[in-house]
């Protein structure tokens, strides 16, 4: 699109998580009125650490946030795979990006609040639930709580798993539950009883669970993630010490003592969901991106990572396409292959004969990868 077609651009993106504060400042770098309207009257992003990979770092580079993002995270080298009693399974380095070669640990408040603090002032509206969408073909119009409305040339869905915008334009995918609980908890480094050294990755997988250190040195703390099986959906489950205690039973004594202290005040607990791969993205006035779009089980790490990547697609499709609609198929056509197959991935089930099926083609440490 021309630069004088993308100022003049009208876009409103609704939810202020990842992916629409990643696309709202993507797409206000095209020189597009951009506003984000945030269902929430404050932004408070619970759970721990995630990894921000090489490729996701330099779409930061690219948008001139990189040293604001950076100063708020662990650099890692590589990340590891290990039995339960921490034999070791797989170790590798992270998928380098040109010349960026360390994955960014770094915790999701941490996150969600850099990427808010490069935004223009004034560009967020918290206290926005979206009711309805309208697609008029050239523009939508957004109905919120209250009654307020807002019409756009282009509105961004960033809503979530249960997104709105999906449902009522794009389908029904509602959220499939994978059958696991996410146990999630950031704890001091000392709590780690020895087993957090440097800033790599390690994740121990036997028996329907898996345990991951995810080191945030930076804040002095470590993210520590239990992952099980478990047949209760519900969203937000009741969960004991001792059920806690039962998934983690023959790991490493160390992780079951991290388990054991851990206060379950400050344990965030969840039903793992994700939904079916959405077979259209977009019309010629909405479009979706992240968690609306391709909601994906956590195994692989790449929710936020895909989320990022859809906002910098997003913007290269508008800038290189002749048209809005074009842009969009371009945007769609671009990324949808690609978080089709992180889905397809990301339900495997991580056992460790199926750790190959997962990361195709690279050899187990045991067999000689150091």
Known sequence: MQSSDLKNLKIAIVGAGYGGAAAAKALSLLGAEVDVYEQANQ????????GLRPVTMNRFRQWGIFDAIAKVTSPSEYFEILTATGDPIMKETWPVDGEQTHTHLIHRGDFIDALLGVLPEGMVHLGHKLESIEDKGDSSVLTFAGGKTVEADLVVGADGIKSVVRGQLFGEKGPVFSGEHAYRAVIPVDAAHGMVVDDNLRMYIGKGTKIYLLPLRHRGQVSFDITALCPDGTWNPQVTKDDMLK???????????????LDMDTVNIRAVYDIDPVDTWHSDSVVLVGDAAHSMLHHQGQGANSAIEDAGALADALRQAASLKEGLALYQATRKPVTDELQRISRQGWTEDEINDVFPGQKPAAAGQE
Do not use: H, Y
Not at 247 to 261: C, H, Y
């Open 43 to 50: 932004i408070r992003e619970v759970g721990a650490g995630i």
């Open 247 to 261: 998934t983690v039973e023959g790991f490493d004594e160390r992780l079951v003592s991290i388990t054991r202290d």
